[in-house]
C-alpha cells in the first residue's frame, strides 16, 4: 500500500510560482507512475500532469504545458509539481495520485489559491 501526502500549496499572485510536493510511503513507490490532479469548486476533478515510475516520461494536460513541470525523486519518494505563471483559473485542490495497474491511491489534496 502507498500512502500520499501533498504540500506546498497557498496563495499567490498571479503570474507567480508555486513547488508542490507529493511525499509517499511504501516501498514499492518508485513502481508507481504518479500523477498530479485538481479540482476547482463546482467542477470535476482534472487531470493536470503525470510522470512515469523512472522519471523518463512525462505527460501534461494542455492547460500545464509550458507552465508546469513534474519530476520524482523516488530515493525521496516524493513527486513535485513545479508551476509557474500561475493564472487565477489553477485556483484549485490539487491531489496526487499513485497508480499500478488496479492499485489507485489519492492524497488528501493541498489548496493552490491565486489571485489577480
Known amino acids: 500500500q502507498v500512502q500520499m501526502v501533498e504540500s506546498g500549496g497557498g496563495l499567490v499572485q498571479a503570474g507567480g510560482s508555486l513547488r508542490l510536493a507529493c511525499a509517499g510511503s511504501?516501498?514499492?513507490?518508485?513502481?508507481?507512475?504518479i500523477g498530479w490532479f485538481r479540482q476547482a469548486p463546482g467542477k470535476e476533478r482534472s487531470f493536470v500532469a503525470a510522470i512515469s515510475y523512472s522519471g523518463l516520461t512525462t505527460t501534461y494536460a494542455d492547460s500545464a504545458t509550458g507552465r508546469f513541470a513534474i519530476s520524482r525523486d523516488n530515493g525521496k519518494k516524493t513527486v513535485y509539481l513545479q508551476m509557474n505563471s500561475l493564472k487565477p483559473e489553477d485556483t484549485a485542490v490539487y491531489y496526487c495520485?499513485?497508480?499500478?495497474?488496479?492499485?489507485?491511491?489519492w492524497g488528501q489534496g493541498t489548496q493552490v489559491t491565486v489571485s489577480s
Open positions: 511504501g516501498r514499492d513507490f518508485s513502481r508507481y507512475v
Open positions: 495520485n499513485a497508480l499500478r495497474g488496479v492499485l489507485n491511491y
